[in-house]
């Protein structure tokens, strides 16, 4: 998708680590379900109904709808800007099976046994209660219902070569995730989490994200210039005790370098897992 004008909603806040501002909503544009729901794929078929918790613009939704037509995909997200923005990109695509709301995963607007499928990408890692979450969705499954989800791993994610700092930007991310309450390493620790809230026939994975073409690395770099490195980000973490000035100019130093750097190579890993809730 190309990009769009949205600078007129607010940035980063205290509570959402990435905040709604443009530069961060451009890597969201860049995702879809072929490849970022690709371990949920192969189990879905048309006329199961999806649910995608924490959807955002909704560009992984839309993949999600066209795997299961003519059945219902339903999109909710905590921020309206986001929904607005996932409506208008469904209408873009025209597809009639896909309604999106503003809602909180702790308290979702469906009844009991609704949903055959529940999806969420980099949701859990930004609810601080993730036993809330992951009950409410069991909740709107229907018995025997498949969940899956698909979260970062931060401490194996890598900025290469590091020039001696990239890494610290990647701790830096770390602690203000952490600092809201997220779960920076959710990608590893889901498994955990799902075999307390009860789900069963748990299968984890991992995947990398590659950033490496001239393409790759220039948005990497823009991404990090523009969003991770802006007052907003920049100005929490120092807040947060997660840096410093200096740290930040280091930061931003070292990224103008590895953009020029013929080895630049960066690279996000994620967790991949598929569950089931008990048939009964
Ligand atoms: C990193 S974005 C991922 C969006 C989308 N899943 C994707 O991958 O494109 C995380 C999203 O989770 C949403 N979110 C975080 N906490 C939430 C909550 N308690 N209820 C609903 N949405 C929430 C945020 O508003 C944000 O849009």
């Given amino acids: 998708m190309g990009a769009i004008d949205v600078t007129e909603q607010d940035s980063a806040t205290p509570d959402y680590t990435m905040g709604y501002g443009e530069e ?12 970022h729901a690709a371990h949920l794929l192969p189990y879905l078929e048309p006329g199961l109904k999806v649910l995608d918790f924490g959807c955002g613009p909704g560009t992984i939704s839309i993949g999600l709808a066209e795997a299961v037509a003519p059945a219902e995909v339903h999109g909710i997200d ?20 896909l309604t999106f709301h503003v809602g909180d995963v702790t308290a979702l607007p ?3 046994d609704e949903f055959d499928v529940a ?3 980099n949701v859990l890692m930004h609810v601080p209660d993730t036993q809330a979450v992951l009950g409410e969705v069991k909740r709107v499954l229907k018995p025997g219902g498949l969940i899956a989800s698909r979260e970062m791993i931060s401490e194996s994610s890598f900025t290469h070569p590091d ?3 990239l890494r610290k930007a990647w701790d830096m991310f770390e602690d203000l995730v952490a600092a ?11 498994k955990a989490h799902f075999v307390k809230a009860g789900f069963t026939r748990i299968r984890t994975s991992a995947a990398f994200e590659s950033y490496t073409t001239p393409e790759d690395v220039a948005f990497i770099h823009q991404v990090a210039q ?18 410093t000035r200096e740290l930040c100019d280091a930061i931003g130093t070292a990224y103008d370098r590895w953009k020029d750097h013929p080895g630049a190579f960066a690279a996000i890993a994620e967790g991949e ?8």
């Fill in 119 to 121: 999806y969420c990408h």
């Fill in 163 to 165: 020039f001696g700092v």
């Fill in 78 to 97: 905590m921020e309206p800007s986001q929904i607005d923005l996932a409506k208008m990109f469904a209408a873009r695509y025209g597809l009639d099976n």
């Fill in 226 to 243: 523009q969003w991770f490195l802006s007052p907003e980000i920049t100005e929490a973490a120092i807040k947060y005790g997660a840096a």
């Fill in 180 to 190: 809201d309450d997220g779960h920076p390493q959710m990608g590893k620790d889901m």
């Fill in 110 to 112: 469906f009844d009991d």
């Fill in 24 to 35: 961060y909503l451009q890597a969201l544009l860049r995702l879809s379900a072929k490849i």
């Fill in 273 to 280: 897992l598929v569950a089931w809730k008990p048939a009964c």
